[in-house]
């Protein structure tokens, strides 16, 4: 849109706004994680921390074995992925390479599940896991990702596997190629970039979980960075230097991940928003 | 192409048997659980027909209403909270400003920060004694607000939180935004229309779908707000922010009355599935898709 000088000086204004707005709370967030308990409270507010309190971390962090949850987390978090990547891979490629009776009636069954509220299957699937013994176990949190990795990945790559020409499969076939030679030669390489989409997707939602390891985590020494942080929170109530800390940690993966795979967040994004 | 059912099936075998086990299976068990008074506590479980229901609708259960108000009242603020403010940041972001993908990295980059985090952010910032908002407030001479602690501002000031994390939806409006080819700006531009009629006769009609596409996926997602409550609020003060999602989880899993959380979880279901119906049956009225002219 051809846009006058007024209107972006307006533009600019209201931009430099919201990243105050947006910014802000990280800014917050860093300047507690670095300060004397003393200095937080200070009114007005002050900024730069002074001295800079770097042993807030190394406190938050023995305070409570953050590292076991640290560890716990990115194993769960890894097992997802692979899973995840896996097994949506495969399905959607059932679901678009293969032609096949009835796949598209099978695919509008499945996507119905998209709409369906994650409480619905909340207590029987617990009560499943139980009766199965894994109860405060990884295995609940983990095996789902090894049976399709949630319909919405395989909607995504689907989308994606149909925009690469036929020809290359019928091409392969000639060459007396099979299903999985194809798969794995043609189509999953040549969607790379829609792969990282899902397993970039698919490391925020496992590593942002709490609702999961919530129900079926009980022994401290299983729990995940987001338990251990609300956990932490209800023993260190007004602690907000060490509460920061502790905080700042959990985030940081995240930021460094985003920062790191930006691009194809963004196109992940546009992807599914467009096609939706 | 050939056809290969023995193929086909194979591929999405995982798939398929996934939402057997994990989805269909489990919703047909819950339901079977509604009629149940099943919980942990109980040696013996009985079919009790409709009694869960019948307890939630007939108001002996204290706690259902004042769960469906609060998710309701959360849902009525967010949702056009939501929408608007991604669609008129999108907007701002797809103006012909430098600096474009750093403001974009800006507002996405919240929306990556953990609900756990996230929340502990915002109960120091909203923190009603020593807190950065309220300070500001006073500073400039306003009264500052109880926040979360307050009965009449709680649900607006989760509202609030979670509108740091809007990032996904302005990114999917300005892919909508930045698929309306020019022309059709310069066509008002020859006619001497202002930006007022370009929004409204250009941009809304032709973002309309992505406009239905954020709001249906932002009112499901509002519908079962959890995090929010069971970390900043444990539903409180005095109920106000007893979200549903969170109140099934309570009756679920700290007072372990499965069959009736089961009853819930159902209701909650037939919920999501009439507002979505609602939305989609509206939507024919005001979603204008390309090619197809409003019908």
Not at chain 1, 117 to 145: C, E, H, N, R
Not at chain 2, 216 to 242: C, D, R
């Amino acid at each position: 849109m051809r846009s006058s000088r007024l209107s972006l000086t307006f533009g600019y204004i209201m931009l430099a706004l919201i990243t105050v707005l947006f910014i802000g709370p990280f800014l917050w967030l860093i300047r507690s994680s670095l300060m004397d308990l003393s200095q937080i409270f200070t009114m007005p507010p002050e900024w730069i921390p002074r001295p800079v309190r770097w042993d807030n971390f190394s406190r938050a962090m023995t305070v409570l074995p953050f590292g076991t949850y640290f560890v716990n987390t990115l194993v769960i978090t890894a097992a997802v992925m692979v899973g995840t990547v896996l097994s949506s891979s495969v399905a959607a490629f059932g679901f678009s390479r293969v032609e096949w009776q009835g796949r598209n009636i099978v695919f509008a069954i499945l996507m119905s599940a998209m709409m369906l509220p994650g409480a619905v299957t909340l207590i029987p699937s617990f009560l499943g896991w139980q009766a199965l013994g894994f109860y405060d176990t990884f295995y609940p949190l983990i095996v789902p990702a090894y049976f399709g990795g949630g319909i919405f990945n395989i909607f995504l790559l689907r989308q994606f596997y149909l925009t690469i020409p036929r020809d290359f499969d019928e091409a392969a076939f000639v060459d007396g190629a099979s299903y999985f030679r194809i798969y794995r030669s043609i189509i999953f390489p040549l969607s790379r970039s829609a792969i990282i989409v899902v397993a970039l997707f698919c490391f925020l939602a496992s590593w942002n979980d709490f609702m999961g390891p919530l129900i079926y985590l009980k022994s401290e020494n299983l729990f995940t960075l987001a338990l251990g942080l609300q956990m932490f929170q209800g023993t260190y109530t007004a602690q907000w230097d060490l509460l920061m800390a502790a905080s700042a940690v959990v985030v940081l993966p995240c930021v460094v991940v985003f920062l790191v795979g930006q691009k194809y967040f963004l196109e992940g994004i546009t992807l599914t928003g467009l096609k939706g | 192409m050939r056809k290969s059912l023995f193929y086909g099936l194979l591929f999405t075998a995982p798939a398929i048997l996934g939402f057997v086990i994990f989805t269909l299976g489990p919703m047909i068990a819950s339901l079977v659980l509604s009629f149940t008074d099943y919980s942990v506590f109980k040696d013996h479980t009985s079919f009790i027909g409709l009694d869960n229901y019948i307890r939630m609708f007939s108001g002996a259960d204290d706690y259902f209403y004042p769960s469906l108000g609060a998710t309701f009242y959360f849902v009525v603020l967010r949702v056009p909270a939501v929408i608007i403010l991604s669609f008129l940041i999108a907007l701002l972001l797809n103006m012909n400003v430098k600096g474009r993908a750093f403001f974009r990295t800006v507002v996405y980059l919240p929306s990556i920060v953990p609900a756990v985090a996230s929340a502990m952010i915002w109960m120091w910032l909203l923190n009603p004694d020593l807190g950065l908002v309220n300070t500001m407030l006073q500073a400039v001479g306003l009264p500052g607000s109880l926040w979360l602690y307050g009965e009449s501002s709680v649900v607006p000031a989760v509202v609030l939180t979670s509108l740091w994390g809007i990032g996904g939806t302005v990114i999917i409006f300005l892919a909508g935004l930045s698929g309306i080819p020019r022309q059709y700006y310069e066509a008002i531009d020859v006619d001497g229309g202002g930006w007022f009629s370009k929004l409204r006769h250009i941009t809304i009609p032709l973002v309309s779908p992505t406009i239905f596409f954020n709001a249906i996926m932002t009112l499901i997602g509002s519908i079962q707000v959890f995090n929010e409550a069971y970390i900043l609020t444990q539903g409180g003060p005095n109920n106000k922010s007893l979200f549903y999602v969170f109140y099934l989880w309570r009756t679920g899993f700290r007072d372990t009355e499965m069959g009736y959380a089961s009853a819930l979880a159902w209701v909650l279901f037939l919920i999501i599935l009439f507002f979505t119906f609602f939305v989609f049956r509206t939507s024919k009225s005001w979603v204008y898709y390309e090619g197809e002219g409003r019908s």
